[in-house]
């Protein structure tokens, strides 16, 4: 009997090895972690080694002051472009409208993201119209302009370069500037960028894992 009993003992400690083993293993596998570099890459997004403090600037966003303190307490998607331009910029932002959305359908994750075009394009480009611009494609993006020099400042500390245009006699003229776009962590440092080409698919997921998980 005892003999018995010692063999039942012996059964039922293996079996709950087992089962733990076993459920350790579907955590793992079920669990959400953190996506790696290499799957980041295959997403377009690649993170800096090291987070870049960014030289104070001061624009205007409508008819606020938009400065650093402005990116503080959330991440910031930035792109830098211009509202007067032909088809890459609308192309552009309806990806990342498309993108909100898409955040949108995750609990807890657009309420810690905001998106913030700044023109390149101060002449033709007033903090209203960068506002009606932005507001156009998502009632909660923001649209800054201000003045030139801070503008081209902040685009070389995000690695965003363009070509100025300033006091331009021609009122129809076209701007080269990057498609990539920046993103901003909550302390107000420059974290990584979305290198072109990139989907509203691939940069909602990208984000959807930053923000869960990035410290």
Not at 130 to 146: P, W
Not at 152 to 161: I, R
Request: hydrophobic share 40%; net charge negative; proline share 4%.
């Amino acid at each position: 009997m005892t003999k018995n009993k010692g063999i039942t003992y012996t059964v039922i400690s293996c079996l709950a090895i087992v089962s733990m083993v076993i459920g350790l293993f579907v955590y793992s596998t079920v669990a959400e972690k953190e996506l790696t570099n290499d799957q980041y890459k295959l997403l377009k997004f690649y993170q800096l080694n090291t987070k870049r403090d960014l030289s104070a600037f001061s624009l205007f966003k409508n008819n606020e002051e938009f400065t650093n303190d402005d990116f503080l307490g959330k991440w910031d998607l930035v792109f830098l472009g211009f509202a007067s331009c032909p088809d890459m910029c609308p192309m552009t932002m309806q990806k990342l409208s498309k993108t909100s959305d898409l955040l949108s359908q995750k609990e807890g994750l657009i309420d810690k993201i905001n998106f913030v075009m700044i023109s390149i394009d101060p002449d033709r480009d007033s903090p209203e119209r960068m506002h009606e611009y932005a507001t156009a494609f998502n009632s909660d993006f923001v649209g800054v302009s201000g003045g030139i020099k801070d503008i081209y400042q902040l685009s070389l500390n995000l690695t965003l370069p363009f070509t100025p245009i300033v006091n331009s006699k021609n009122k129809d003229y076209d701007m080269d500037h990057s498609m990539n776009l920046a993103l901003i962590d909550p302390q107000g440092k420059y974290y990584g960028f979305f290198k072109t080409p990139y989907t509203p698919e691939t940069m909602s997921e990208a984000l959807e894992s930053i923000i869960k998980f990035a410290k």
